[in-house]
């Protein structure tokens, strides 16, 4: 799982890499102009074009996908606290001599749940965690079904059980989304994309002479903020755009339940 270490190592190699890339660009094109001053200059415009353009369109698609991840997943944070709240409502349905254990038990339970997403990006300790919510899930289950056999109101226990049934489901919900992200092989030719068109953007500077040290880095900057605000929505627990303040719906959830 990536570290906010890897992203600033990441972003730093892209933007010595782009950097690179529009001087070695720039530098060729300097060398091509000295062998033959009416080469290929003006004959090219429409593959800088189609690069550029794949650059763009890359950027844009792996932005939006990014950004509506982030708002899925936290629309699932607010539905698993609405689920996890009706479910612990309902124990009042149940017969009363049920109801303290399985509230202790709701309590455990939430609580793991803050815990797996607070061990980011601790692989192995998400994992436990996980397990240990999933261990919880199925005793609060197991207690529920008990205390519904004791039970004559059937309608209400179906209720019940239906309620926390979909408490259960939205945890798998969101481990999918949790591990949701494009392909790596995306991000690496969207890598190799940005490096590429930096070193045709460097060959194209070289007709005014000497490269203009202003547009250079306004270029450089700007698509690899671009590049860093895509990672930052897809790992959003780890840089610097944060889903973690939305976590505070499943912490009031917890602290209604005492």
Do not use: C
Request: aromatic share 10%; glycine share 6%.
């Amino acid at each position: 799982m990536m570290s906010w270490q890897f992203f600033v190592l990441f972003v730093a190699m892209l933007f010595v890499g782009m950097l690179i890339a529009v001087l070695a660009g720039w530098r060729i094109a300097v060398r091509h102009r000295a062998r033959g001053p009416d080469g290929i200059w003006g004959k090219t415009g429409a593959v800088d074009g189609a690069i550029f353009g794949l650059m763009g369109l890359l950027l844009a698609f792996t932005f939006s996908g990014a950004a509506t991840r982030f708002e899925a997943r936290r629309a699932l944070i607010a539905e698993e606290a609405n689920a996890i709240g009706t479910s612990y409502l309902r124990l009042d349905l149940l017969p009363p001599e049920t109801q303290p254990p399985l509230r202790e038990a709701f309590r455990r339970y939430v609580r793991s749940r803050l815990e797996v997403y607070d061990k980011i990006p601790d692989v192995d300790a998400v994992k436990a965690a996980l397990r240990k919510s999933a261990h919880i899930q199925n005793e609060i289950w197991q207690q529920t079904v008990a205390a519904a056999q004791k039970s004559d109101r059937h309608a209400l226990m179906a209720l019940a059980l239906s309620s926390l049934n979909q408490m259960i489901d939205i945890t798998t919900t969101r481990t999918v989304a949790f591990y949701a992200h494009p392909p790596q092989v995306i991000f690496i030719m969207l890598g190799v994309t940005v490096l590429v068109s930096s070193l045709l953007a460097g060959y194209s500077m070289s007709v005014a002479g000497r490269p203009s040290t202003l547009h250079i880095m306004m270029f450089i900057l700007l698509v690899g903020v671009s590049v860093y605000v895509i990672l930052d929505f897809e790992y959003p627990r780890i840089g610097l755009i944060r889903i973690d303040p939305i976590d505070s719906v499943l912490v009031d959830t917890l602290e209604r339940m005492k």
